[in-house]
């Protein structure tokens, strides 16, 4: 074949080049969902600062100590980082077919004759029963991209890398969010363990004045029974606190991906936890903040492609090819008879009972499906935010007031106690003053501790410190 023949396929093939990378890109997401002007709990309106470490803002190097161990130990967080590999090897895979495959082809051959007059191939003498044959050839195959469908394959890939990137943020942010929350409720615990030990102590104290009293006949029997349940009562709390502490050791030693045996957590007391000040900022900016929203979002662009996909393979396709080779019955000789094939082909679907438009119907519902999965995971994520600025507002009411409750409560019980020694007053007020005591203490610490939790959701919530660039 000379020049003249071979330059209608080469301009065949540049066109087919050139329409393939005319195709067109994946439609941008909509979610038809309008964020709301302004958080209806939120105190600031100022925007929040992205803060890639916000564990850092309550305070605790012990803290910042674990989230680093969980971050690197953490067998979910390995697993998510091997989810996001294996999508960047689908995504190399789904673009391979863009570009033209090559292979190389090396071939040898020796045939012998075992009886008879031989075949064409073989056209055997007395002097000659065998033949070798040697081949060489560079192979090169492209499937012409008319219709956008392997373009949109290779789209779909990248979104769901997005979409897996998007996941890793969404557990490494959960995990973080557990291992504080933990951590907060296991210094809860002991602090609650300290005042249950400290008020048994000071009931044991009353036990024993009461005890005195009666000895001396000036307390009844009644007085000294109340008393001893009232030390019971205390004494049976202690087991419960205790439990709760130690359910909160071990899950924290799980979520750091080790035996509770090896966890340390050394002696930070409650108190040095605080929560920092949180700008929400406005509603809109929680779609780029959110890992969630971001993998929902890029696994709705991928079900678009999808469609793409399915509608291109209805369509017919056009295949190229071009082998460079030698042929020689000689190694020596291999180079001296240079071939050069080319060939097209052109295939379409005629009859497959409905697959291909099946496939097409089913990939539009998963489309639709995950255009309501987006859109009420945007709902859901503007209702974590409202839920934790609400808990945030409602516990700092409640803690304002139950401050002053505990200073009555304190008073009350230092009057009562001191009225009991002195004859002027009757066990029964020193018993519910100091049932009052005991109660305003503990819920003191646990209101500290869900508005500390609050703070986490709060963050959890906006997304932490993870932003989006889709």
């Given at each position: 074949?000379?020049?003249?023949?071979?330059?209608?396929?080469?301009?065949?093939?540049?066109?087919?080049?050139?329409?393939?990378?005319?195709?067109?890109?994946?439609?941008?997401?909509?979610?038809?969902?309008?964020?709301?002007?302004?958080?209806?709990?939120?105190?600031?309106?100022?925007?929040?600062?992205t803060?890639?470490?916000?564990?850092?803002?309550?305070?605790?190097?012990?803290?910042?100590?674990?989230?680093?161990?969980?971050?690197?130990?953490?067998?979910?967080?390995?697993?998510?980082?091997?989810?996001?590999r294996q999508a960047?090897?689908?995504?190399?895979?789904?673009?391979?077919?863009?570009?033209?495959?090559?292979?190389?082809?090396?071939?040898?051959?020796?045939?012998?004759?075992?009886?008879?007059?031989?075949?064409?191939?073989?056209?055997?003498?007395q002097s000659?029963?065998?033949?070798?044959?040697?081949?060489?050839?560079?192979?090169?195959?492209?499937e012409?991209?008319?219709?956008?469908?392997?373009?949109?394959?290779?789209?779909?890939?990248?979104?769901?890398?997005?979409a897996?990137?998007?996941?890793?943020?969404?557990v490494?942010?959960?995990?973080?969010?557990?291992?504080?929350?933990r951590?907060?409720?296991?210094?809860?615990?002991?602090q609650?363990?300290?005042?249950?030990e400290?008020?048994?102590?000071?009931?044991?104290?009353?036990?024993?004045?009461?005890?005195?009293?009666?000895?001396?006949g000036?307390?009844?029997?009644?007085?000294?029974?109340?008393?001893?349940?009232?030390?019971?009562?205390?004494?049976?709390?202690?087991?419960?606190?205790?439990?709760?502490?130690?359910?909160?050791?071990?899950?924290l030693?799980?979520?750091l991906?080790?035996?509770?045996?090896?966890?340390?957590?050394?002696a930070e007391?409650?108190?040095a936890?605080?929560?920092?000040?949180?700008?929400?900022?406005v509603?809109?900016?929680?779609?780029?903040?959110?890992?969630?929203?971001?993998?929902?979002?890029?696994?709705?662009?991928?079900?678009?492609?999808?469609?793409?996909?399915?509608?291109?393979?209805?369509?017919?396709?056009?295949?190229?090819?071009?082998?460079?080779?030698?042929?020689?019955?000689?190694?020596?000789?291999l180079?001296?008879s240079?071939?050069?094939t080319?060939?097209?082909?052109?295939?379409?679907?005629?009859?497959?009972?409905?697959?291909?438009?099946?496939?097409?119907?089913?990939?539009?519902?998963?489309?639709?499906?995950?255009?309501?999965?987006?859109r009420?995971?945007?709902?859901?994520?503007?209702?974590?935010?409202?839920?934790?600025l609400?808990?945030?507002?409602?516990?700092?009411?409640?803690?304002?007031?139950?401050?002053?409750?505990?200073?009555h409560?304190?008073?009350?019980?230092?009057?009562a106690?001191?009225?009991?020694?002195?004859?002027?007053?009757?066990?029964?007020?020193?018993?519910?003053?100091?049932?009052?005591?005991?109660?305003?203490?503990?819920?003191?610490?646990?209101?500290?501790?869900?508005?500390?939790?609050?703070?986490?959701?709060?963050?959890?919530?906006?997304?932490?410190?993870?932003?989006?660039?889709?």
């Amino acid at each position: 074949m000379n020049k003249r023949a071979l330059t209608p396929h080469l301009s065949v093939l540049s066109l087919c080049l050139l329409l393939n990378a005319c195709a067109g890109n994946s439609p941008t997401v909509d979610s038809g969902i309008a964020p709301p002007a302004a958080w209806q709990f939120a105190e600031r309106k100022a925007a929040q600062a992205t803060n890639q470490q916000w564990w850092t803002q309550f305070g605790s190097p012990q803290l910042n100590r674990l989230i680093d161990q969980a971050r690197r130990d953490s067998f979910d967080v390995a697993a998510a980082m091997a989810r996001v590999r294996q999508a960047q090897a689908t995504a190399v895979i789904a673009g391979a077919p863009l570009l033209p495959e090559v292979k190389l082809n090396l071939t040898t051959s020796h045939q012998k004759l075992l009886r008879g007059n031989g075949g064409p191939d073989l056209d055997a003498s007395q002097s000659d029963d065998a033949v070798s044959n040697f081949g060489a050839n560079f192979t090169a195959s492209y499937e012409v991209d008319f219709w956008g469908g392997r373009a949109a394959a290779r789209d779909s890939a990248l979104y769901s890398l997005r979409a897996s990137e998007s996941d890793q943020a969404t557990v490494e942010l959960t995990l973080l969010g557990n291992v504080a929350d933990r951590y907060a409720q296991t210094l809860a615990a002991r602090q609650r363990q300290q005042i249950a030990e400290l008020n048994l102590a000071n009931a044991r104290n009353v036990l024993s004045l009461v005890q005195t009293r009666y000895d001396a006949g000036s307390a009844t029997a009644l007085e000294l029974a109340q008393q001893k349940s009232l030390v019971a009562s205390q004494q049976r709390q202690l087991p419960l606190i205790q439990q709760l502490a130690e359910d909160s050791r071990i899950t924290l030693a799980a979520l750091l991906g080790q035996p509770v045996q090896a966890l340390d957590l050394g002696a930070e007391p409650f108190q040095a936890l605080t929560w920092p000040s949180i700008g929400a900022g406005v509603p809109s900016q929680l779609l780029s903040r959110r890992p969630d929203l971001a993998k929902a979002e890029a696994e709705l662009a991928a079900a678009q492609a999808d469609v793409t996909v399915a509608r291109a393979a209805m369509l017919p396709a056009v295949t190229l090819g071009a082998t460079l080779g030698s042929d020689a019955y000689k190694a020596a000789e291999l180079l001296r008879s240079p071939y050069y094939t080319l060939t097209a082909g052109l295939v379409g679907p005629i009859f497959n009972n409905g697959r291909l438009s099946a496939e097409r119907d089913k990939a539009r519902a998963r489309q639709d499906e995950l255009l309501q999965t987006y859109r009420g995971a945007i709902i859901n994520g503007f209702a974590d935010v409202e839920k934790s600025l609400s808990s945030i507002t409602r516990l700092d009411q409640q803690r304002q007031w139950q401050t002053e409750e505990l200073q009555h409560a304190q008073t009350a019980f230092q009057i009562a106690e001191s009225r009991y020694q002195a004859g002027a007053e009757d066990l029964l007020t020193v018993l519910e003053t100091q049932r009052t005591l005991y109660a305003a203490q503990d819920l003191n610490v646990q209101l500290r501790l869900s508005r500390l939790q609050a703070s986490i959701a709060l963050y959890k919530a906006l997304g932490g410190g993870w932003k989006s660039d889709i």
